[in-house]
């Protein structure tokens, strides 16, 4: 019961801090576009690098719990 359960704390920590990365890059592009809305493409060009980036971070934690859970 104590691996699982230390596992499901390492799953929602892996989920939570991309999640936090997607509300700061939101937040921060929403500002930015409304301080200077003609630097669109470039902001946008960003926060998807930055969106991606997270997804697949969080996508490779899920996948390597799921790996540890498989192994118990």
């Known amino acids: ?3 699982n359960l230390a596992l499901l ?3 929602g920590l892996c989920i939570l801090g ?3 990365v997607f509300a700061v890059s939101s ?3 929403i500002n ?3 301080r200077n809305p003609s ?3 470039k902001i946008f060009t960003a926060m998807v690098l930055v969106l ?3 997804e697949a971070l969080s996508l490779i934690a899920m996948l390597v719990v799921f790996q540890l859970f498989s192994a118990s």
């Open 32 to 34: 930015a576009l409304g």
């Open 52 to 54: 991606v980036f997270a």
């Open 9 to 11: 704390i390492i799953f």
């Open 1 to 3: 019961m104590g691996r």
């Open 18 to 20: 991309p999640c936090a």
């Open 27 to 29: 937040f921060a592009s």
């Open 39 to 41: 630097s669109a493409p």
